[in-house]
């Protein structure tokens, strides 16, 4: 016998639904959150024959657990965890560890990426056009890829995903796999998920009108309330702000926060860590315990959500060498210029003290104190003109 312990989301089902398509009624497969893994881990260790081959697929055990599974490897080497998150790269070091962020030229990995190329290295499985295809889309979807290479269908896969169950998901999977030569959509799914991206367009419109800023720690959050596409929530939250290191997505009625960033050098498994969650470097999550509720609900209920910069501005343009205007909640005009090789900020016509050495940082700088935006044309316009009549009046 088999057995798959999982991710519940699409690149953990994705490895489910392969292993199903290889091992077929020999395999169980059950999906966990990040947190419930080390207690299947735990019951497999107790309660499983232990010859019972496992397989652990997108996620990572705890320290514990790490140790309970490699005691079990020496009398039963019959265990195989596949992962591509920077934040199990240390499990590598054991003989039942395969942890691969990047492949070759770059490419990312995804759980379904490195399980497909196992199960077909091992004979398990053989490689067909509509298996890989689907793989792909996960890979992509799970990456971020998608995004850049602007492979929609990546992103509807995981729309489908969510549009229904697990169970009848891998259902309509592994029927379209195993019987289909390339894997697409059907019309009825097209329409459907058309109807469901304008949904979550709209969607994180609105939450970038609901999202407030918060000095927490040492990290500056921007803090949301959700209950849907938390990834994608943030991704776009984390883009349109990035002044922000993350982004907080509180779910009140299941009492749970996700935390995710877009940049590199914050890891928001070390602050889901602090009130007793886990996850990845990108992507974590933790209960709502009484002292994240204090933190993210009660000292920010009375902040005023961010607001957006311009988007379709001709004039008042980002890194201009004429200056670029911003304003805050408390109508204070700011204007941002380089000068010398370095920028600087006026703040009502005074010179602020500090010195950027790029236009970047000089903005985060702004963000992050003032909570400014970057103004619309006419107000820049404006600006001008009243700066002209003083000048012509003086
Ligand atoms: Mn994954």
């Given amino acids: 016998m088999y057995k798959l312990l999982s991710h519940n989301d699409l690149d953990g089902v994705g490895c489910g639904i392969l292993a199903k398509l290889a091992f077929g009624s020999e395999i169980k497969v059950r999906y966990n959150s990040i947190s419930s893994l080390n207690r299947e881990i735990g019951f497999y260790l107790e309660k499983d024959d232990p010859s019972t081959f496992l397989f652990i697929t997108d996620l990572s055990p705890n320290e514990e657990n790490e140790k309970n599974l490699n005691e079990h490897y020496q009398d039963h080497p019959n265990i195989q965890l596949i992962d591509h998150h920077k934040t199990a790269l240390h499990l590598n070091d054991y003989e039942w560890g395969f942890v691969k962020v990047e492949g070759v030229e770059g490419k990312?990995?995804?759980?379904t990426s490195l399980f497909y190329e196992y199960l077909v290295e091992n004979d398990f499985l053989e490689t067909k056009d509509a298996i890989s295809?689907?793989?792909?889309?996960?890979?992509?979807?799970?990456?971020?890829?998608?995004e850049k290479n602007n492979n929609h269908k990546a992103h509807s896969l995981n729309s489908l995903f969510f549009l229904v169950s697990i169970d009848e998901f891998e259902e309509m999977m592994l029927e379209r796999l195993s019987q289909s030569s390339h894997f697409d959509f059907d019309e009825f799914e097209k329409r459907l998920l058309h109807m469901e991206d304008d949904k979550i367009e709209r969607y994180i419109r609105r939450k970038k009108r609901e999202i407030v800023q918060a000095k927490i720690g040492e990290y500056y959050a921007g803090v949301v309330y959700a209950e849907s596409y938390h990834s994608e929530l943030g991704n776009e939250l984390g883009k349109e702000f990035s002044h922000l290191d993350y982004i907080a997505i509180l779910n009140m009625g299941g009492k749970r926060i996700s935390y995710r960033t877009i940049h590199d050098d914050v890891d928001v498994s070390e602050i889901a860590g602090t009130y007793g969650g886990g996850g990845?470097?990108?992507?974590?999550?933790?209960?709502?315990?009484e002292e994240a509720y204090n933190h993210y609900v009660l000292?920010?209920?009375?902040?005023?959500?961010?607001?957006?910069d311009a988007k379709r501005n001709r004039y008042n343009l980002k890194e201009s060498d004429f200056g670029t205007i911003y304003k805050n909640k408390s109508d204070d005009l700011f204007l941002v210029y380089p000068e010398e090789e370095k920028w600087v900020i006026e703040k009502n016509k005074n010179r602020l003290d500090e010195q950027f050495a790029s236009f970047e940082e000089s903005e985060k700088f702004l963000k992050r104190q003032?909570?400014?935006?970057?103004?619309?044309?006419?107000m820049f316009v404006e600006y001008l003109i009243k700066e002209i009549n003083r000048l012509s009046s003086n």
């Fill in 108 to 111: 990312l990995e995804s759980a």
């Fill in 133 to 146: 295809e689907f793989v792909e889309l996960v890979r992509q979807y799970d990456t971020w890829e998608w």
């Fill in 280 to 289: 990845h470097q990108k992507a974590s999550g933790s209960s709502l315990s």
């Fill in 299 to 308: 000292d920010t209920f009375h902040l005023e959500p961010l607001r957006e």
């Fill in 370 to 378: 003032y909570e400014a935006w970057l103004v619309k044309d006419d």
